[in-house]
């Protein structure tokens, strides 16, 4: 941007330039004007001498007189600015000269013309002047006698030039004199006003008030300055009105921030209060959640092993009451915790490698029942790209996912469920994970989407009759999402069902274990029956992901041959007429209350289905020996710790359940002791227990003893730990929640244990089959109760005898005590001890003696005492 010039500078240059510019053209012109007019008035003078003379010298060059001619010439040389005289005849011979002769060139004259010449010479004039005769006939043209030739000198004229122009500069240094006088002046008198003013405002910005601006002059200058005087004048009535303002303000803030004083004192105790009352809440709510929970384990557990017992039918009924009773309490204390510690911020999370269909899949199978019983489609479609493991916290992660499943199954009459998982927006190593639950469900307006997930509300005050529920289910889904910072929203419309879905942003585990390689099926070809397209969807996808040509049929009339073969039935298809048609190996994926055994074959998995389990099914192949056999630990020595005897009596009871040999200890102390003592293949460790917690025992257990690197199990009462790297910093590997089903001890010690075959036909029958008792005595209760009680009574002793029999390898002492339970087996409905009794003889036969047979019949009569120990004859069989 071009700088503005000063306002002296322009009225400098406004008073100076243009004056001096007319004055400049105005001497110019008035110069030129001058001189020229002059130079026409010479030339006409010289013009008029030239003619004159000319008249002169026509007599006399006609009377001849010659010498008068050259008197003539000589007198005109005398006049002003005449240089030279020359007079020619008429064929242009000179005939007389007055003056220099070299500046008097002829003019060349055309011949003919009669007319004057000049021309123009560098310091002068030359004129060719025709001497013309009048003394003939005057109606004829006159003939030319003579030339007359005349050169003037202007060099006074020059004179009169330097004249003008010294003229017209001094007009112009006058003129100039006089416009930078004047435009001084102004500078002047405009410098000193401005500096007025300019030291006027520097006063009123500087704060200073007690000032008056004057200026003599009644001008422009004059007026701003006066407005500045009221300007000043209007300051000081605001500034004494702001400063009655500001000390009124500060006697009003000095007595608010008294009072506030006082407001911040009384609400810092009742912060006090508040933090020790939310703290007293918090300690209320643990000690709650350690002392329902506790007795609802024992109910739990209880129930559980009542239920293994021989029940009257309507007892039966009874307990299942009650373990299902207890069981839904524990659900609404499991909300009410997990809600209160949302609520109070005290919910911890944790950081490990999650395999993504694994959590969905198990929390699938857990609820399998519930969807089932309604008939409903449960399918998981995992879609490319998406990454097999992330860092976070699986039980948080577990959590949400059961309670959206178990939301969806609720409100679900009839259809399907699907959940999609997608991945987006990968990078950084982080993964922005998307899940959707979308199910064909009753569905949800705008209105209810809005309070679904608000605190102890449902969709419909209805809904609580009809489906139950505490209305927490949704607000604590959203409050752990939001806590992991991720984000959850609803998609429905009523009648449409309805779409939860949530997305987290969580880094990728590159460690994650891999159970299996898929990628050994790559390249195979896979001929898959299903008529559910929902279920079809699900399983392709899955197929594909592992490298599989998949050719989907709806007809079983259509399977073309290929390298395996899936058949999925779904709860309408009739399962014995559709095994019939299947003329080949195949993998037989049925509804979940459907149970069959594997075969050679054929093997049957339950909707729905583990990818690992179909997996194996697969890359083990079907043309197998033997079906698989359940499992057992009989090797194993495990040490439970809890200071409660109910919660040790009913682990105990699932733990030898599965022919694990079982060390009790009732708090840390004990514990520690044992542990010096012996090594354990696995530790459950309760966490609270008076003088020595379960965290420290642990600590001291990988500080000492024969058990530094043996797995620790937490199990407590608490629904989750507070610190879940508190644990694992004391060396507990693992932690499970009270009560612990059967099915997550199995799990548990599968993974860190290594199970045994045991062979057997069905699934682990009960000790005792009361039925059987019965069928064997010809319905003779009395009979039947006296038999048994034959052979409960000397199973001790036999068992004594058989351990010292197999220490010393007697085989024949062996086969005898075997040969002699066989035949009370015979009379009795102990199925479980009848199947290890002749198992163990075909071993005999042999001349052979494994000892995991003879380790399951030990087990069988363990059971038997165990069976025996709690429960009264007389009243099984009512005699």
Known sequence: ???????????????????????????????????????????????????????????????????VLDRITTTALEETAVKSIAIYSADMQLITQAGPKSNLSPIPIRPGEQNAHHQILKDGLLILQPIVSHSFNPQAASPIIGWVAMQFDWRHLKIHQYQTLFVGTVFLVIAFIMCVSLTSYINQSLATDLATLRQTIRKMVAGTRNFHAHIPENDEFNEIAEELNQLNDAHKLELQELQRSIEQTNIDLRETLETVEVQNIELDLARREALNASRIKSEFLANTSHEIRTPLSGIIGFSKILLKSELEQRQREAIETIHNSANSLLAIINDILDFSKLEAGKLVLDTAPVNLREVVEDTMQLLAPSANEKELELALIIQAGTPEAVLSDGLRLRQILTNLLNNAIKFTPAGHIKITISSTEIERNIANINVEISDTGIGLSKDQQQSVFKDFSQADASITRQYGGTGLGLVIVKGLVEQMGGEIGIVSEPGRGATFWFSLKLPISSNAIKLRDFSQLKGKTLALYDRSEIHSQAIISLLLSWGIEVQHYTQLNDLKPADYCIICCDNNADLPSLLEQLNRCAVIITPYHEHQCDTEERIYLSKPFSHIKLFDALAKGLQRSPPPRPISFSKANILAVDDNPSNLHILGNFLADMAVHTHFAQNGAEALQQCREKHFDLIFMDIQMPHM???????????????????????????????????????????????????????????HLRPEAIVNDTECPRPVDIKQCLQLTKDRPQLAAEMLTMLLDGLPAQKQSLQEAFQNNDLAEIAAINHLLKGACCYTGTPMLKTRVSELELQLEKSELGAEYFSALITAIDDLIAWQQEHDLNVVFDV
């Open 1 to 67: 941007m071009r700088a503005r010039l000063g306002i002296r500078k322009l009225i400098l240059m406004m008073g100076l330039i243009p004056i001096l510019a007319l004055s400049l053209a105005l001497s110019a012109y008035l110069m030129i004007s001058q001189i020229k007019e002059l130079r026409n008035l010479m030339t006409e003078r010289a013009k008029t001498s030239s003619e004159q003379l000319a008249i002169l010298a026509e007599h006399i060059i006609s009377d001849g007189h010659a010498d």
């Open 693 to 751: 917690d379960g965290i420290e025992t642990s600590r001291r257990i990988r500080n000492d003893g024969l058990n530094t690197k043996t797995p620790i199990i937490a199990l407590s009462a608490y629904l989750s730990p507070e610190n879940p790297a508190q644990l694992r910093e004391a060396g507990i590997n693992d932690y499970f929640s009270k009560p612990i089903s059967e099915a997550q001890l199995a799990s548990l010690l599968s993974q």
